[in-house]
C-alpha cells in the first residue's frame, strides 16, 4: 500500500492548462517544494516514511512537512492566534 498523493501538477485542466500555473515562478513555494523532495526523510529520522501494509494508508510525510515549512514561513497557523482573523484584517 503507498501513501495518499496530491494530484499531480502537471495534470491537465480547463483553466489555466496545468495547476503549476496557478504558481509564480519565483514564489518561495517552489523552493521549499524542491528543498524537501531533494531530502532523505528516512536518514533524517522521519517515522513511516515507508509506508505500512494494512489499514488507510498515511499521507506521504514529505507533504506534510511542505505543508507545515509554507505555513511557519506564511505564518498562517489558522485559528489559533488572533481568532483566525490577521490583526490588518480586523474591521
Not at 495534470?11 to 517544494?33: G, K, T
Not at 489558522?78 to 483566525?84: D, F, L, P, S, V
Amino acid at each position: 500500500m503507498t501513501h495518499i498523493a496530491g494530484f499531480d501538477r502537471s495534470q491537465l485542466l480547463l483553466l489555466p492548462e496545468v495547476i503549476d500555473d496557478y504558481v509564480d515562478p519565483e514564489n518561495p513555494v517552489r523552493f521549499i517544494d524542491a528543498f524537501v523532495d531533494g531530502l532523505d526523510l528516512a536518514a533524517a529520522g522521519f517515522a513511516r516514511v515507508t509506508p505500512e501494509k494494512t489499514g488507510r494508508p498515511g499521507y506521504a510525510p514529505g507533504d506534510l512537512l511542505k505543508l507545515y515549512i509554507y505555513g511557519g514561513a506564511c505564518r498562517d497557523d489558522g485559528e489559533r492566534r488572533g481568532g483566525g482573523l490577521r490583526p490588518s484584517t480586523r474591521a
